[in-house]
């Protein structure tokens, strides 16, 4: 359905509700659609995800040592009164209850993100054998509960103890060493490995506006070079698994592309919010499946460009066998007559949106980000590694959280995700953001994206209503 016009698509509604002895489209409408109208292929991974700072806690048990978050968040002002993931949500001594939810929902995989710092406690250097073993302990149980692992390397918890951090070539080495140590480890059981989680984060957010850790606020040239070495260790990261694991494995990252939206749907408009994906994206995801920065952001740093070393741009340009999309809300843009082709619309305040303010209620974003990155770069196969949304989730007199207003965030969005994969789009499958309530970075425990409510006091886990509606779209392989 790629290619059909709206006019084709129209005359295809009117035979279909003709030949139904349905009088009009409004009533083709009106009607009950049947499961197979909204089923999934078979096959199809339904899934949750984590990641390890904002689940663990143990944050100073068996050899772990402090990271960047860490040292960020014990630092007064950073996050929402001071909270920290010292605790979060446990996970280091519940993970077997934790994976029993999964098992409870009916996931067929589960994405986590391993500590840096418990496997290399210095970032660098000798191995520590407790971390292993505990990741080993966490993939044994999934694999007991026929629970595919697909693990993200690095989830923004940088060990403290490098040098430099990110403003260091030399992270993106050590990042690449640790990343052929874990394949060459966990390699025999799990055989899909995410380099890097949401590059922007860890270095825009982290470098150039101080809002996440380490809290700097570089100048330009010196923010994008960090850009420049995240970009690298992604793709040095890449190189290592492949040449150190046992087996055949997919290797893949989980970026959170910025998603350009056409505000109307046709020829023009839907080609600017292709060149507006390009554009927006320039310095990460358009960076890696090209492998060279684009000529429109060399020209528009100048002077301010990230200074490249050969091999560099060769290993950022790695082959990748899936592209995973974290979406939450999209930009919306139209064509215009300026050199790049189109303008960013500002959503106007009555825009509605979840308990996070950033997470406008726009569901066709899922459908528009699958479609354009795969029109730009044909990649082998997408996975859509998080999707979910803060609610303000209260428990009832009995004990309920009836969170209706997440049932509807994600429905449309499943629905709109089913739009992509009718259209012959390769989704493979769906993360939902995220298992448990957790540690939210700067917002601290402030807001709520788990499908299973977490009483930070006593660490309970309690399923929401929106875990009963995940259950039956998994157990009917349909949007429910």
């Known amino acids: 359905m790629k290619d059909i016009t709206r006019r084709e698509f129209g005359k295809a509604v009117t035979a279909a509700t003709a030949l139904a002895g349905i009088s ?8 009950q659609p049947s499961k197979s109208d909204l089923a999934y292929p078979p096959g199809f991974l339904w899934g949750c995800a984590t990641a390890a700072y904002q689940i663990e806690g143990a944050v100073h048990e068996d ?20 909270e920290t993931g010292d605790v979060a949500d446990d996970s280091y001594h519940l993970y077997k209850e934790d994976v029993r939810l999964l098992h409870d929902l009916g996931v067929k995989t589960y994405r986590f993100s391993i500590a840096w710092a418990r496997i290399f406690p210095d970032g660098t250097g000798q191995p520590n054998p407790k971390g292993l073993d505990y990741y080993h302990r966490v993939v044994d149980e999934l694999l007991a509960y026929n629970i595919t692992p697909y693990i993200t390397l690095f989830h923004w918890d940088l060990p403290a103890a490098l040098p430099g951090g990110w403003q260091s070539r030399d992270t993106s080495k050590a990042f690449a060493d640790y990343a052929g140590y874990i394949a060459s480890r966990l390699s025999d059981r799990v ?31 010196e923010a994008n070079q960090v850009r420049h070495h995240g970009v690298l260790a992604h793709g040095l990261g890449v190189q290592a698994i492949r040449a150190h694991a046992r087996g055949a494995v997919q290797v893949g990252l989980a970026e959170n592309a910025t998603v350009c939206v056409p505000v109307i749907e046709d020829a023009e408009q839907i080609e600017a919010a292709r060149r507006a994906t390009r554009n927006e994206n320039a310095p990460f995801l358009t960076t890696i499946m090209e492998g060279r920065y684009p000529q429109t952001y060399l020209e528009q740093e100048g002077v301010y460009a990230p200074r490249v070393e050969p091999g560099d741009m060769e290993a950022i340009g790695s082959k990748l066998d899936f592209v995973g999309l974290n979406i939450y809300t999209p930009i919306y843009v139209r064509a215009d007559s300026s050199p790049q082709g189109y303008a960013v619309l500002r959503p106007p305040a009555s825009f509605p949106h979840m308990a996070s303010d950033w997470i406008k209620v726009a569901p066709e974003c899922i459908y528009w980000g699958v479609r354009n990155v795969c029109d730009l770069w044909h990649p082998p196969a997408i996975y859509i590694t998080e999707n979910g949304c803060s609610s303000d989730d209260v428990l009832t007199a009995d004990g309920q959280v009836e969170d209706t207003d997440r049932i509807m965030y994600l429905r449309n969005h499943l629905s709109q995700l089913h739009r992509a994969i009718r259209e012959d789009y390769p989704v493979n499958g769906y993360f939902l953001w995220s298992l448990l309530d957790n540690f939210e970075w700067d917002d601290g425990y402030s807001k709520r994206f788990g499908i299973h409510y977490v009483d930070f006091a006593t660490e309970k886990r309690i399923p929401k209503l929106s875990a009963a509606w995940y259950h039956e779209a998994i157990a009917q392989n349909a949007v429910v």
């Open 63 to 82: 050899g772990r040592k402090p990271t960047v978050w860490d040292i960020f968040a014990h630092t007064p002002g950073k996050t929402y009164h001071g």
């Open 24 to 31: 009009s489209p409004r009533h083709a409408l009106a009607q």
């Open 191 to 221: 055989h899909h490995f995410m380099t890097t989680n949401e590059i922007i984060c860890f270095t825009d957010l982290g470098y150039r506006t101080g809002r996440f850790a380490p809290g700097l606020a570089l100048p330009a040239g």
